[in-house]
């Protein structure tokens, strides 16, 4: 794996980053009612944990983020 950088506001270069994003607020900010963000901070964790062991991505062929990373480090 590598780090790549991309431009502020360039959806064009960046659309995963943010597709990833507008589902996290789709999801999970918007879908709960948190308190304060204390409480979002202490979530976090757990629902990317979620999402990169359990959601299946249409993009990955239908495996989840953690198997498609496991996959090729084969």
Same mark, same amino acid.
């Given at each position: 794996?590598?780090? %790549?950088?991309?431009?502020?506001?360039?959806?064009?270069?960046?659309?995963?980053?943010? !597709?990833?994003?507008? =589902? +996290?607020?789709?999801?999970?900010?918007?879908?709960?009612?948190?308190?304060?963000?204390?409480? %979002?901070?202490?979530?976090?964790?757990?629902?990317?944990?979620?999402?990169?062991?359990? !959601?299946?991505?249409? =993009? +990955?062929?239908?495996?989840?983020?953690?198997?498609?990373?496991?996959?090729?480090?084969?």
């Amino acid at each position: 794996m590598r780090y %790549i950088a991309t431009g502020p506001y360039t959806p064009r270069t960046n659309g995963k980053a943010e !597709k990833f994003i507008k =589902t +996290l607020c789709r999801e999970w900010t918007y879908a709960m009612a948190f308190p304060n963000s204390e409480v %979002i901070n202490r979530w976090l964790p757990r629902y990317l944990s979620i999402y990169n062991r359990l !959601k299946k991505q249409s =993009t +990955l062929g239908w495996h989840s983020t953690e198997e498609q990373l496991v996959e090729l480090l084969r």
